[in-house]
């Protein structure tokens, strides 16, 4: 009886073995070569995978690149270092632009701003927007209740004291998602080096937005007629600024600005 256990224990052994063997041999000869460049770029991505390149995730972005789909450069954490690690990698030069991170073109606090009427659904942004563009008498202007907060994968957005949002440039990673959730569309991506920028994005008239917000820009010229140099032009009743310009001239036409619409990043 015994012996018919060990022979029976024995028999199993040596197919398991015989089948252990088999199975390395064809893990080997089977095996799908990954791509050298690939494995190569999968080892250094930030791994943030927050689709700000125009792919799923990390992964599908380095299968692009080294594919010759998609070009280096895309990474907006990874940055200009990521970059040219990735142009070695694959044998190119890289041209990375300027490091862009998002900002809240709105300093329309509830007391600054008028409402047209008493929103009290869902705390999210496009929700509101669905009954008459949102409860502000501006249009154009931050709803306040966070959807880009929410979506925010580095949490760099905030509220601050007075109700109103704001981005921690230190920490945005320029991905642009808070950009895609906002209705209104204002938050937008600027250069990081811009300075001065005009809080607003109303393209009323001047004098409907005296109507609807104390601090809305009126598209008045007196920071691009006055202060030549300040970087600042008037489009659409709109002034917007530009990251190289003069900034004595900018300090200048930021005090004159009868809105103090113009502020400072930092």
Do not use: W
């Not at 250094?44 to 995978?49: E, R, S, V």
């Not at 990874?78 to 690690?85: N, S, T, V």
Request: aromatic share 4%; proline share 3%; hydrophobic share 40%.
């Amino acid at each position: 009886m015994l012996t018919a256990i060990i022979a029976a224990f024995l028999v199993i052994a040596g197919i398991g073995a015989i089948l252990g063997v088999g199975l390395a041999i064809a893990d080997k000869k089977l095996a799908i070569q990954k791509d050298e460049k690939l494995v190569a770029i999968e080892a250094i991505m930030p791994g943030a995978n927050c689709g700000g390149c125009g792919f799923a995730g990390c992964a599908d972005y380095a299968a692009a690149v080294a594919s010759g789909k998609a070009q280096p450069g895309l990474c907006a954490p990874g940055g200009k270092e990521l970059a040219d690690k990735m142009g070695q990698i694959m044998g190119v030069e890289v041209t990375v632009e300027e490091k862009k991170v998002a900002f809240i073109f709105c300093n329309g606090s509830c007391e600054k701003t008028r409402k047209v009427y008493e929103y009290k659904g869902l705390q999210d942004c496009n929700a509101a927007s669905i009954l008459f563009r949102g409860d502000n008498g501006c249009k154009y202007g931050c709803l306040h209740l966070g959807s880009c907060m929410n979506v925010c994968p580095e949490e760099a957005i905030y509220r601050k004291e007075d109700g109103t949002l704001a981005v921690d440039a230190s920490k945005c990673i320029g991905c642009g998602k808070c950009t895609k959730v906002c209705p209104t569309g204002a938050i937008k991506l600027i250069e990081d080096r811009t300075k001065y920028v005009v809080a607003c994005n109303s393209h009323d008239k001047g004098g409907d937005v005296r109507k609807l917000c104390d601090v809305g820009c009126i598209g008045c010229k007196i920071c691009q007629i006055k202060f030549p140099g300040s970087g600042f032009t008037v489009t659409d009743n709109l002034a917007s600024s530009s990251p190289v310009c003069d900034e004595e001239a900018a300090a200048k036409a930021m005090e004159a600005c009868p809105r103090k619409a113009i502020s400072t990043r930092r």
